[in-house]
């Protein structure tokens, strides 16, 4: 029986009814706004560098880890999903997952982490914030503004997929979004629409799913340690019953798919409760929770998973060994950076070069940040060591 897509839920977003652009512009003859903005998304120059930009392990550490492309791709794949089966606008949904790690830097945590140190006094370093600043300021590939000049519905996506952040505004790192926000205002003391609540959740299931996946091939942990971990493990138990005869890396791949669907399921039956009765996406927003949420019963179990992953993969000596590295890596070009802004690329000098000391490290912030992991190896190597002079 072929599937049918649902009708338009009445919580969803209408493309056609969108509060618009901050630079107003004819509209595409061929896209909706919200499709609009996923191209200009996954044309920008921040999202192809996200092809080797860490997850977990550092980009040149093997060819068939994730990386912030391959997961920001399997986030936008659940997210729209989820958003058809929802009845949401899953070009919404889909844009909003594909952007929300356009600010992580290189080096996945251990890469944000070293930022905000270094960018202790001057403004502070928060990769949320980071994504906005990508998308409405640092990307310049048009000719009348600078940014993507995305919907209002993507921006708030972007910076509330999460829940409401206005208590957030008065830390350092957040004063770009306080700025933004007092000339086009993105109500962010609300709940942000249904199709980001989606996204948010699809990061949630993407990662976690993939985590366990890596951390298998990579040998941090046996798939048999699996067995007794909750949300995991009874999808092993079962793909092993199912399939006695199969290898184990095909048994792994199988059970992860089978949590992938546990999870998706259970998101879709606790939103379709949460949802019974909203009659416009302006109820999501007027909302004191979330709408798009796991059940009770997941967030234990995913939870108890996460700790496992944390005790057995993150905090593993192999990923602190590189994490240690990474952070060295940032440290040492930041400070080189700093007292040495003739070295960065001419046009990143330049811009140093006219600001004050909050200015000229948000610069070199900005540069680092953009850097691919590999990108950010090779250029500490040519700084610091000196066979390349011969």
Known sequence: MALTTPPRALFAENPDASRGRKVAEPESRTRTPFARDRDRIIHSTAF????????????????????RLTHSLEVAQIARSVATALGLDADLAETI???????????????????QVQMQGFGGFDHNVQTFRVVTKLERRYPRFDGLNLTWETLEGVIKHNGPVADKLDRPSWAAIAEFDADYGLRLGTWASAEAQVAALADDIAYNNHDVDDGVEAGLFFLKELLDVPLIGPHVHSAMADFPDCDQRIIRLEAVRRMIGAMVDDVMAETRRRADGLKSAEEVRNLDHAVVAF?????????????????????????????????????????LFMHEPDVLPADWGERAATRDE???????????????????????????HLDVLG
Not at 56 to 65: K, Q, S
Not at 97 to 115: N, R
């Open 97 to 115: 997952a594909l952007a929300h790690d356009l600010g992580h830097p290189p080096f996945g945590h251990a890469g944000e982490d070293e930022l």
């Open 295 to 335: 059940s009770r019963d997941m967030v234990e179990d995913l939870s108890a998973l996460r700790t496992f992953l944390m005790e057995r993969m993150y905090r593993h000596w192999k990923v602190n060994r590189t994490r240690s590295q990474a952070r060295r890596i940032l440290a040492e070009m930041f400070q």
């Open 48 to 67: 192809r560098r996200l092809k080797e930009k860490t997850q977990v392990f550092v980009a040149h550490e093997g060819d068939h880890f994730r990386t």
């Open 358 to 384: 909050a200015g000229k490290a948000r610069v070199v912030c900005d540069y680092i940040a953009g850097m691919t992991d590999r990108f950010a190896i090779e250029e500490h190597r040519k700084l610091f």
